[in-house]
């Protein structure tokens, strides 16, 4: 951050659910500008202000040049390449923009009129650029370097570990400015010429903040301590690394930490600091926050990337306090991708792990029932609350070498009999339990359990009762029946009263199966289960979820999967209903998902299901009704009517789309208020839910006059007739039975699939030329339901499509125009679309787990051509009636032909028309 006339100005170094600038006054109150998610602007390293412009440093190592006015435009900014000669960017594991590796970042930046310097650690370098023309004026070496700031006459002062270096410009050898051999790990400097004072921040192995006499550099003053603020009970007048720190030009300063993430505004009065705000930039509490059910002003926050604390909060008055932060203990993974798996328990932080409240006696615990990854899950976690400490109890996982044939550090002290690398015979996964059986809250190796594990781990969200029993959702195998859809972990011990103790080796299925419509679908897996105090059991169900199953979406989400529902067991373990359906546009309707992940909660009669985007928080009736989204509409209370994280994403098409809720949960208070805390901007707003009042079941017997058709779902598919023209002239080249119209891969709007079938199979003759052809395909179909239906006609762009039903024609694409005049213009200043790039590969199909792993299949040379979609008008049909369908194709000439027939309607989800709907008579 820097501060300028009144303002300070904030930068994030990631942005994903939180703004990535803000401009807001010295005092908090005013909120001048705010910028959200851009990729242009997400890595923000140094800032610094020089009159009405403002020089955002990047760890990627480009400078940009913004104005102070207003929210910085990537469009008008200006930038410039600063990565040091000997840098070369590299593509992250995850991820498309070209970054520097850990390290190896630019670090320091100072502005002057005649040149703007920048630091590289790395490299014990300082390089001066010309402010116009990025022209290298000068490099100094100076081993240490970190942080940079500049005089009025061009010195620029730098700081060095043990020392302050103040260099001239445009020439001069650097000059040691301090007298103070008690300073070890300077890295930033703050200057205020006007009252003659040098600031100076330590990080990483001291944590102190100092100020010096300018002139002399004589120490005037030590805030904080070497050892920094220690954790447990919070302390606002101490830091822990300090990684900015700037003067308020009023005698004050500013300094940004990692742990808590905080930026935090002192006055100094008679060389005593005074807290006068913090938590700029809207770092209230942390995202994932776990709302205690039990005394609801009070929850655990995330405070950094590794970091938990203790906050209470004061809904009157609409404050909060922290009153903790807890070490992260080095039995807890800290990381994420390759290294997630650093620790037997998962991290304390990650939305994985998706942290939860529950009390036994007198004693709190943090659970975690984990989430995307169940490698760690369940655990179990005591609150020390008197030594502000976090304690291990318990824990379950799985894990497995990588694709070195390495197993996890930990793991192999534990078991010395490891398969080695290139063993075919070794199982994929590893079960192990640990349980805190003397009570020490310490890992010893004897208290380790390592057994086989299940074939594939379960993955999603699961419960827990008050035993200590574990239900968690069970990895399933498309097409198989009978498949249950949890596995129970039971607690092993004699009492609730101490550790739990839980066995993969006697892990047993749950009495509930998974229906047979779900495991009929391609890739059908339960990602979330809840079971209520009476027993009865809700799940989330997602299928078609493979990269070559009918996923029908728009964009991330809602296009990784095909299918989706909410399924309700009695406590008898008999199957009550299933509802809901996926989404496949961004505006999804009344009762339809895009991904949902995870059961919130229940309350008033409702199960609460939270869905990662557009409707993010569902309630939903015991008995399978759709009673509404909790953003449907806003009470008049003049608080924001909007303070959960959107993402105003060009890749949607869509301002301000809601977006990737990965850690909200919904809670009964001890007076029956529902509260919600979805993940906010950079905060987590806590959101009372009313409305509840006034609402009556009614019940009755619904009487059927005759039986109900059925359709027969014989069919093999429908007549195609190829013409080697585009006119449908003469007689077609080739006549054959095409089961599915799945012809080509789309580029829909912003998403890109590889499920395309080939148009001529590798067994046949080619008779025509996919640049030129015309194909029309004659048949009959029956509806499996009888309501409404829309068909959806999906072609590449610049062909020609079109679709009769009983000889009506109801669907056209129309002949595109070329635009002239002010339409033209127009168009030539619309925006690109943002095109998601294809993937670097994607699974192919495989008989076993084993077979399955590392094996991958190439991904087309290029994306293929964009594809045009055309939706009918809803025809009402009646289920086993046989309706004509007849449609026409005309190939655009690029190559790359596309052509998907597809339906949908109120119950039924967007998919292919299959093929035993469809009969060539």
């Known amino acids: 951050m820097d501060a300028a006339k009144d303002r300070l100005y904030i930068g994030a170094l990631s942005g994903e659910n939180c703004p990535v600038f803000q401009c807001t006054s010295l005092d908090g109150k005013t909120l001048h500008w705010q910028s959200e998610q851009l990729s ?19 760890n990627d190592g480009w400078l940009f040049d913004l104005g102070t006015d207003a929210a910085p435009n990537k469009n008008t900014a200006t930038k410039c390449d600063v990565v040091h000669p000997s840098e070369k960017r590299i593509k992250p594991e995850r991820g498309k923009l070209l970054l520097l590796s850990e390290g190896h970042q630019p670090d320091g930046l100072a502005v002057h009129e005649q040149f703007i310097a920048i630091s590289h650690p790395a490299q014990q370098s300082i390089r001066w650029h010309h402010p116009q023309t990025n022209k290298l004026l000068r490099e100094e070496k100076l081993p240490g370097v970190h942080g940079l700031a ?46 003659n004072e040098l600031w100076v921040a330590e990080e990483r192995i001291a944590h102190t903040v100092r100020r010096y006499k300018l002139s002399t550099g004589e120490r005037t003053l030590m805030l904080g301590s070497r050892e920094g603020r220690p954790f447990g009970k919070f302390d606002p007048m101490q830091w822990r690394d300090v ?34 705000n913090q938590w700029f930039g809207g770092q209230q509490w ?39 932060v807890y070490d992260t203990p080095s039995w807890i993974a800290q990381r994420e991708g390759k290294r997630y798996e650093d620790g037997p328990f998962p991290s304390i932080t990650h939305h994985d792990a998706q942290w939860q409240i529950v009390h036994r006696g007198k004693e709190s615990y943090l659970v975690s029932l984990g989430g995307n990854s169940m490698t760690h899950a369940p655990a179990l ?93 069970a990895t399933t195998r498309a097409g198989a029946a009978d498949q249950p859809v949890g596995l129970i972990l039971k607690n092993l011990a004699k009492s609730a009263d101490v550790a739990p103790q839980w066995d993969w080796a006697q892990v047993q299925p749950t009495i509930e199966k998974l229906p047979a419509d779900l495991t009929a679908a391609g890739s059908a897996s339960v990602v979330a289960l809840h079971r209520d105090e009476a027993g009865a059991l809700t799940i989330l169900v997602r299928a078609n979820s493979r990269p070559n199953d009918d996923r029908q979406g728009d964009a991330w989400p809602g296009n990784t999967v095909g299918s989706a529902r909410i399924v309700r067991f009695a406590p ?89 809720q990965i850690g909200s949960s919904v809670f009964t208070t001890a007076n029956g208020d529902i509260l919600w805390n979805p993940v906010g901007r950079n905060s987590s707003p806590i959101y009372r839910i009313n409305g509840w009042d006034g609402w009556e079941r009614q019940s009755g017997r619904i009487h059927l006059d005759k039986p109900v058709s059925a359709a027969r779902k014989d069919g093999t598919g429908l007549r195609g007739s190829y013409f080697t023209n585009t006119q449908w002239q003469g007689a077609p080249a080739t006549v054959r039975t095409d089961a599915q119209l799945w012809f080509g891969n789309r580029l829909i709007a912003y998403s890109q699939d590889h499920s395309g079938r080939p148009w001529i199979g590798k067994k046949e003759n080619a008779t025509f030329d996919l640049k030129s052809f015309s194909a029309r395909w004659e048949g009959r179909f029956e509806a ?49 679309p943002q095109v998601t790039p294809p993937p670097t590969g994607v699974p192919q199909a495989a008989s076993t787990a084993k077979e399955k792993r590392g094996q991958r ?37 690029n190559g790359q032909p596309q052509m998907h027939l597809n339906w949908e309607s109120f119950t039924q989800e967007r998919q292919h028309v299959p093929a035993s709907a469809l009969t060539t008579k």
């Open 243 to 276: 990684t900015d720190i700037t003067c308020d030009g009023k005698g004050g300063i500013i300094t940004v930490e990692i742990t808590p993430r905080r930026v935090a505004h002192f006055a100094i009065e008679k060389d005593k600091p005074r807290l006068i």
């Open 784 to 832: 499996p339901l009888s309501e409404a239906y829309q068909f959806i006609l999906e072609h590449d762009e610049g062909s020609t499509a079109r679709l009769w039903v009983d000889g009506q024609l109801i669907a056209e694409s129309q002949v595109v125009v070329a635009k002239t005049g002010r339409a033209l213009e127009r168009a030539k200043q619309a925006p690109t």
């Open 40 to 58: 242009s602007f997400m890595g923000a390293q140094r800032l610094a202000v020089r009159g009405n412009r403002l020089y955002l440093l990047q």
């Open 381 to 473: 976690i005591r609150v020390d609350t008197e030594k502000h400490r976090l304690v291990p109890v318990a824990c379950a996982g799985v894990v497995r070498a990588d694709a070195d044939g390495k197993w996890p550090a930990w793991f192999t002290r534990l078991k010395s009999d490891l398969p080695k690398p290139g063993d075919k015979n070794a199982p994929l996964w590893i079960g192990y339990t640990w349980s805190d059986l003397n009570g020490d809250g310490e890992l010893q190796d004897s208290e380790f359990r390592i057994t086989k594990a299940p074939e594939m781990p379960p993955l999603g969200h699961g419960s827990i009762d008050a035993n200590w029993n574990v239900t968690m959702p």
């Open 857 to 893: 299949v190439r991904a087309p040379e290029q994306p293929p051509a964009k594809t045009r979609r055309i939706i009918s008008k809803p025809i009402a049909l009646t289920a086993g009636t046989s309706h004509e369908i007849k449609i026409d194709y005309a190939a655009s000439g």
């Open 572 to 660: 008898n373990g008999e199957w009550q209903w299933s509802a809901g359906k996926h989404g496949a546009v961004n505006e999804i309707a009344a009762g339809e998902f895009q991904y949902p992940k995870r059961v919130m909660g229940t309350g008033h009669g409702c199960i609460f299901i939270q869905d990662r985007a557009v409707r993010i928080a569902q309630a939903w009736t015991t008995d399978g009704l759709y009673a509404g989204n909790f953003l449907d509409r806003h009470a008049d209370d003049g608080f924001p009517v909007d303070k959960v994280y959107r993402a105003p994403l060009a890749s949607h098409g869509v301002e301000n789309f809601l977006f990737d």
């Open 150 to 195: 500049v005089l009025q006459n061009g010195a620029l002062i730098a700081a060095a570990g043990s020392q302050i270096w103040r260099i001239p410009f445009p020439a001069g050898k650097p000059e040691p400015l301090l007298k103070d051999n008690t300073l070890t790990a300077a890295a930033r400097v703050a200057l205020d010429e006007g009252r």
């Open 286 to 324: 942390g995202n994932m926050t776990a709302v205690d059910p039990a005394e609801s002003t009070v929850a655990y926050v995330n405070a950094s990337s590794f970091h938990r604390a203790r906050v209470r909060m004061d809904f009157a008055k609409r404050t909060w306090e922290m009153e903790a």
